[in-house]
């Protein structure tokens, strides 16, 4: 045996059935008889799928408010004018009067909307440091490039958190409140601000630097809060178990939205007499508006939405599966008619033959 030989068997692939391809397979041979049936069930499946979703869609009720504050639109418009230009506006309050003739069905969730706000560029997405969040002490003190401009203060401290997402955090708060008689007086209604994080966010991805002497004031020496911010980070909150990079709110609006037009959970209405939702009667919600958006062309939007099987109002992927359902039964109706045209053709040319 030659050397060339010797190499090349070497080389080869063992002599067994999956090396060498010797395995049974099976390829489906798709006649009308099987393609057309398929199209058809997968067309009504796909219709009664997406009439389900939509249907139950649109039974979600929602209750909203546009609160930007545009001229003679309400009393909001005073603090938006009074914000304009200023870095970071001054805090104003104003406020939203709504009556509901029947029982809003819980649970209730109130939610904050903005609108022409690209948390979606790629240069603002990734204006953040995962590690500074994670609460180490190296990177508490040395912030990722990435964070630039919002790396280091004037002063040259380092801030934390940095980046233009904690830069920009929304600010604004609202309280709500009831009135359960005609003339009586107003009495709060209890909104509950824990869990509005992804579990993940806030159990993993976010955790606050080792506290220094019992102290997290003492652990964030040394470093500055983002230009935008009034207070520093661990002053986010009373609750120890919910300031500094651990804060709710903040958590929830470090996971950046995919469109200009996004949506953030803001508390949920399930305590005490409004468990099963909001009662009929007069309602005021109280708003401290600190956050600009008229210089983006933006707008900010309170809602109350209740939820169903399928989570919150989303009409889109109900009219996704009967688009999708629609179009397979259309092409089951054309393949259909291609086919029983050339059949006959075909039968027409054995006859021929025959004779």
């Known amino acids: 045996m030659t050397w060339s030989a010797t190499a090349r068997g070497a080389h ?11 395995l049974p397979a099976w390829q489906p041979l798709l006649s009308a008889s099987i393609a057309l049936p398929l199209f058809f069930c997968a067309g009504l499946a796909f219709i009664g799928l997406g009439l389900g979703l939509y249907y ?54 109130l939610y904050y909307e903005l609108t022409n706000f690209y948390q979606n560029n790629r240069r603002y997405g990734v204006s953040r440091d995962d590690e500074q969040l994670s609460g180490m002490p190296s990177a508490l003190l040395h912030p990722a490039n990435e964070c630039a401009p919002y790396q280091r203060s004037a002063a040259g401290l380092p801030i934390a958190p940095c980046g233009a997402i904690a830069n920009s955090l929304f600010n604004d708060s609202f309280s709500l409140w009831h009135q359960r008689q005609s003339g009586g007086p107003y009495v709060e209604v209890p909104l509950d601000r824990s869990g509005i994080a992804w579990w993940t966010d806030y159990h993993v991805k976010f955790r606050n630097p080792p506290l220094v002497n019992g102290s997290l004031a003492l652990a964030f020496r040394g470093t500055a809060p983002p230009p935008n911010w009034r207070r520093p980070v661990y002053e986010l909150s009373p609750d120890p178990n919910n300031t500094g990079f651990i804060n709710q709110d903040f958590v929830v609006w470090m996971r950046t939205a995919a469109l200009p037009t996004f949506r953030k959970l803001y508390a949920r209405i399930r305590q005490g007499n ?11 919600v109280n708003i ?3 956050y600009p958006v008229r210089a983006f062309g933006g707008h900010k939007l309170l809602i109350f939405s209740s939820i169903s099987w399928m989570g919150g109002k989303n009409p ?32 027409d040319d054995d006859d021929d033959n025959e004779e």
């Open 56 to 109: 139950s869609s649109n039974g979600i009720k929602e209750l909203e408010y546009d609160y930007t504050g545009d001229q003679g639109t309400g009393n909001c418009s005073v603090c938006a004018a009074a914000g304009e230009g200023l870095a970071p506006p001054p805090s104003c309050s104003c406020a939203w009067y709504f009556s509901l003739p029947e029982l809003f069905q819980g649970p209730v969730y």
């Open 12 to 22: 080869q692939p063992d002599n067994t059935a999956f090396t060498q391809q010797r």
């Open 274 to 284: 409004y468990s099963a939702g909001l009662p009929r009667g007069a309602y005021r």
């Open 316 to 347: 889109f992927l109900g009219i996704a599966y009967l688009v999708v359902g629609s179009l397979c039964i259309l092409i089951g109706f054309v393949m259909l008619v291609v086919y029983i045209r050339y059949q006959d053709q075909d039968d």
């Open 288 to 290: 401290t508006y600190n």
